[in-house]
């Protein structure tokens, strides 16, 4: 997401829109926790003290924090991946890696997947999002700042040799500022520049990271895209053995299907605020449809109260339908773990607000 704090507050408050701001504390001890496009052309960064940017940038505004408010769209974002993919690996609040190799929905196509998903975004937040895409993790990383804001970028696998030999070595997703020193002190300032060293003496320098980097300057990045074993959704279906056709005989089944969820629901005691139809067609054709709340989902009677509406955004009126589905995702632990991955166990409590 594109300055993502900054931007829930402009887009809440409309009088903010435009102007420098900063999320955090403007006091001594104060701490920017975002900052929006206006105020970093004055340099003002996330994690620079108040003071600091108060002398960068003396109009600039400070704004208190909404950490529910954030995690609230965070939960919207994280709705419309599952639609795509199980495969979900979150590295903040407002960013994730996905891995749609095999997306369960769709066009079989990482860009194309990108570009809708950063359509949907918008249409859903009103905000902009810039999406990288590649083959793999750190060269989507890298090809997703190229356009910000509100832009996108692929890197093909053709591409990467070239574009990382000219890459300024400072500017390579996990070399640091020390680093980065330490390897102009080498004679290293561009990816062509580090190729030349091999990985002995990589690893010599700079230890464990000095394989990664020997690897990633090559385009090679073998690390999988990881859910962390956090549970994404729970859901149940059923296929039938004759097809239906009529909206009262899919109520049914939905009905018995929203009361076979509730109870797995109540078992893993993990409500969630998203509920999600699934629809298989007699050509087996799939499609599903989702209503993201403000609340936890539970309760069968809910659940077929949105069932219905959802049911009738289908073609099931005017299509034969093999098999039916419901599912809940935003799952409350889910949440707590969101949490708990940006921050830290207790860390938010230290920034001076």
Known sequence: ????????????????????????????????????????????????????????????IFVRHNFEQYKAVSQQIRALFAEYTDLVEPLSLDEAYLDVTN?????????????????????????TASAGVSYCKFLAKMASDLNK?????????????VFLEKLPIEKFHGIGKSTAAKMH??????????????????ARRFGKAGRFYHDIVR???????????VRKSISTE???ATDLDTT??????????????????????????????????ADFHTVTRSK?????????????QWAAPLLADTEALTRKVRLLGLGVSNLRREHEQQLQTYFGPGEQLTLDF
């Open 1 to 60: 997401m594109d300055a993502f704090f900054a931007s829930v507050e402009q887009r809440d408050h409309p009088e903010l829109r435009g102007k420098p701001i900063a999320v955090g504390g403007g006091g001594p001890r104060g701490v920017v926790a975002a900052a929006s496009y206006e105020a970093r052309q004055f340099g003002v960064r996330s994690a620079m003290s108040g003071a600091k940017a108060r002398q960068l940038c003396p109009q600039l």
């Open 103 to 127: 997306p369960k929905m769709g066009p079989p196509s990482a860009t194309l997947i990108a570009r809708e998903l950063r359509q949907r975004i918008f249409e859903a937040t009103q905000l």
């Open 149 to 161: 804001p509100n832009g996108m970028a692929v890197i093909m696998p053709h591409e990467a040799e």
């Open 185 to 202: 002190r080498m004679g290293i300032h561009n990816g062509y520049d580090l190729k030349q060293h091999s990985l002995l003496e990589l």
């Open 219 to 229: 385009g090679i990045d073998e690390r999988p895209v990881r859910n962390q074993g």
């Open 238 to 240: 059923h296929t039938f």
């Open 248 to 281: 009262a005989d899919m109520m049914e089944r939905l009905t018995a299907i929203a009361e076979a969820l509730q109870q797995r629901i109540e078992h893993a005691d993990n409500p969630g605020r998203t509920l999600t139809l699934k629809v298989k067609y």
């Open 292 to 304: 993201t709340l403000g609340h936890d989902i539970a309760t069968a009677p809910e659940m077929l």
